[in-house]
């Protein structure tokens, strides 16, 4: 999917993750437009469930084609974000973070079809 989005401004803690917004519009078609938390929110979880999916039809190709060999990159964060990796991060000394090694949906889709 081609990324039509583009950034602008200084402040780059503030811009989203562009890039994944082609993939929800390919899967779900919705409107992205929104600000604040809860556009976030919902934007971060759509982005996580259209990495799950399009991971999905990447495997079903390869399984189709009798591939059979797949190599997952990212296991996990390095940081705390929204990111491509399969588990959360997080820390115990850190104050407001998520304890890390929660699965994000894709480790539950790998875990589904991969991990039998």
């Given at each position: 999917f081609e990324?039509?989005?583009?950034c ?5 803690m503030s ?12 899967f779900?078609?919705?409107?992205l ?5 809860n ?8 982005c996580?469930i259209s990495q ?5 039809g990447?495997i079903e190709?390869?399984?189709n ?13 390095n ?8 588990v959360?991060?997080?820390s115990?000394?850190e ?6 090694g929660?699965?994000?949906p894709l480790m539950y889709?790998?875990?589904r079809?991969l991990?039998r």
């Amino acid at each position: 999917f081609e990324n039509l989005n583009s950034c602008s401004g200084n402040n780059v803690m503030s811009e989203r993750n562009y890039p994944c917004d082609s993939l929800i519009k390919a899967f779900f078609d919705i409107n992205l437009d929104g600000v604040g938390e809860n556009a976030f929110r919902r934007q971060l979880y759509l982005c996580m469930i259209s990495q799950s999916l399009w991971m999905k039809g990447q495997i079903e190709i390869y399984r189709n084609l009798n591939n059979f060999g797949l190599l997952i990159w990212q296991l996990n964060e390095n940081w705390p974000t929204g990111g491509w990796g399969l588990v959360e991060y997080g820390s115990h000394s850190e104050t407001g973070q998520v304890i890390g090694g929660r699965w994000k949906p894709l480790m539950y889709l790998l875990k589904r079809s991969l991990f039998r």
